[in-house]
Nanobody, 117 residues
Framework: QVRLEESGGGSVQAGGSLRLSCAAS????????MGWFRRAAGKAREWVAT???????AYADSVKGRFTISKDNAKNTLHLQMNNLKFEDTAIYSC???????????WGQGTQVTISS
């Protein structure tokens, strides 16, 4: 059974940084794509970033240049380094992992990130 567990969320002031982690069990992070999504209060879920099995990355325009997605395959863990955080980055951040079809099939419960202006 695949389990994804996020950690690292919290409250910081605008301009600060946070590093989110997603520990995977029952899933090998090196074999398929993984990503981060977020959902702000009252808004739809928004894609944030993706990393492929070959470590190619892609980012939403809203976070490009500020966020960095990475994997530690030895620890089966996904990370999201978030710098220069803005008030509008406030959301619940969830990690996701792709299934055999290459689409996101597994989801974590999420971790709250709150940015104060």
């Amino acid at each position: 059974q695949v389990r994804l567990e996020e950690s690292g969320g919290g409250s910081v002031q605008a301009g600060g940084s946070l590093r989110l982690s997603c520990a995977a069990s029952g899933y090998t992070t090196s074999t398929n794509c993984m990503g981060w999504f977020r959902r702000a209060a009252g808004k739809a879920r928004e894609w944030v970033a993706t990393i492929t099995s070959t470590d190619s990355t892609a980012y939403a325009d809203s976070v490009k240049g500020r966020f960095t997605i990475s994997k530690d395959n030895a620890k089966n863990t996904l990370h999201l380094q978030m710098n220069n955080l803005k008030f509008e980055d406030t959301a619940i951040y969830s990690c996701a992992a792709c299934g055999t079809r290459g689409t996101f099939a597994f989801w974590g419960q999420g971790t709250q990130v709150t940015i104060s202006s």
